[in-house]
């Protein structure tokens, strides 16, 4: 689908939003030079590709241009922008640009509050001119880039800004001690990275706890007492609980809800909003986003817990030598890369989930079903399963799994089927089993030296 020639005779349009539509593989025509009147231009996952024509730098009136999630490339972004002198929002997020940031951003950009350059193939330094921006800039993403070099100490200057977000670059040297001075800094992530020495403790003393509650998320060589750690050194299946939109009576940085704490409350946690918005998930390390998750409505819980069985069970028993025949919104293709998930799993896409209405809340979908057969898992079976209390049917047949049949399934007491046969599972079916009591049918037959005996209350 081409964009309308007509729309490029419009010359006194003002707004034009064209977003999530379906351009794919079409170019931005340089006739939208034409447009000359222009104060908003969005175009976001629209499926366009190609370089930016130069005649984008004509729209010296726009104020806000969003062009994330396409698939622009090359490198003439940089001159077609820094024209643009009254841009407040300039967010070219998820990409392929490349080449580097132009220095001249800082120096002409002058009114600019938002700057997203994340998730593209830019490369280069930081430049030190974006310390220009200090009345302005609000929010700067460069995440998931090739940047290299030291952090500018200007950036420092930035004493509006509200989150910095340089995560997954090739950044190195130490974290400059002028940060601590950015007063309005809520989100500060710096992981991913080869820097070293420490968090200063100045940034540590401005982290601010209020409506909003923030935990600089570094790498674990470095070393921050307000910090929370996600890389290799953490365990691949714990999750790190970011509250966002909170009121805080506490100091709480971030929790690690899993296992013992299951359950757990936070009496000093108290959400603005009970509607679970959405849930961040950073693999393998999972790190999850939500809002409306607290004590006041049980329920609310559920999500987080689904998402951390089911990836605890995909990390568990996906071998990379042999992987799930299918592993449809199981598998992260570069696992530094973040994304988000809708707030429930059922609506994730997951391959194998069978859900159903719940019947107490039509708008909040249960896990009913697991189907994953024939699908090369390797392993054992996780016992994080037992939080998928809504769970009925169980089956994975036909796959490579080894290991004792966990204690901890007999906590699932709506399952009716449980399926495991031809698998390699060892030892001895658990007592526990014989007391799930909504059990209409077991298999297991078929598997490499299940042993034991029956006991006496099967046929009770």
Request: aromatic share 8%; net charge negative; proline share 5%.
């Amino acid at each position: 689908m081409l964009i309308p020639p007509a729309i490029f005779q419009l010359r006194n349009l003002r707004e034009l939003n064209l977003g999530y539509n379906d351009f794919s593989g079409t170019d931005l025509s340089a006739e939208i030079g034409n447009l000359r009147n222009l104060t908003e231009l969005s175009l976001e996952s629209s499926g366009f590709s190609g370089p930016l024509p130069l005649e984008l730098g004509q729209l010296t009136k726009l104020a806000s241009l969003q062009l994330s999630d396409n698939y622009f490339t090359g490198e003439s972004w940089a001159d077609a922008v820094t024209t643009l002198t009254e841009l407040r929002l300039l967010n070219l997020d998820l990409n392929d640009f490349s080449g580097s940031i132009p220095a001249s951003l800082g120096g002409s950009l002058t009114n600019l509050m938002t700057l997203r350059l994340g998730e593209n193939e830019l490369s280069g330094v930081i430049p030190k001119e974006l310390g220009l921006l200090n009345s302005t800039l609000k929010e700067l993403y460069l995440d998931f880039n090739n940047l290299v070099g030291a952090i500018p100490t200007e950036l420092g200057l930035l004493t509006e800004l509200r989150d910095l977000i340089l995560s997954d670059n090739k950044l190195s040297g130490s974290i400059p001690e002028e940060l601590g001075a950015m007063a309005a800094l809520e989100n500060l992530k710096l992981y991913y990275n080869d820097l070293t020495g420490s968090v200063p403790d100045s940034i540590c003393d401005d982290t601010y706890y209020g409506t909003i509650l923030i935990s600089p998320i570094v790498d674990c060589n470095i070393d921050c007492g307000c910090c929370s750690n996600i890389t290799e050194c953490a365990d691949k299946n714990e999750f790190v609980i970011e509250f966002k939109r909170w009121i805080v009576d506490a100091n709480i940085t971030s929790s690690s809800i899993f296992e013992e704490d299951i359950g757990r409350e936070y009496p000093n946690l108290h959400p603005q909003t009970m509607a679970v918005d959405a849930i961040f998930i950073f693999a393998p390390n999972i790190v999850l986003k939500t809002v409306g998750f607290g004590s006041e409505s049980a329920f609310l819980m559920q999500p987080l817990l689904d998402y951390y069985a089911l990836y605890t069970l995909f990390f568990t028993t996906y071998n990379p030598d042999d992987p799930w025949v299918d592993s449809s919104q199981w598998y992260v293709d570069d696992y530094k890369k973040s994304y988000f998930l809708p707030a429930s799993a059922c609506s994730a896409g997951f391959e194998g989930l069978d859900c159903e209405t719940d019947p107490g809340d039509e708008e909040r979908r249960n896990i009913v079903g697991l189907y994953l057969i024939s699908n090369k898992l390797h392993g054992s079976i996780p016992s994080e399963l037992k939080v998928l209390t809504s769970l009925k049917a169980l089956d994975l047949r036909d796959n490579k799994l080894e290991g004792s049949i966990p204690n901890d399934l007999a906590m699932l007491t709506e399952l009716t089927e449980m399926t495991l046969d031809q698998n390699l599972l060892t030892g001895k079916i658990p007592d526990s089993v014989w007391t799930m009591t909504s059990l209409t049918e077991i298999d297991i037959r078929d598997n490499a030296a299940i042993n034991g005996s029956l006991p006496k209350e099967i046929g009770m």
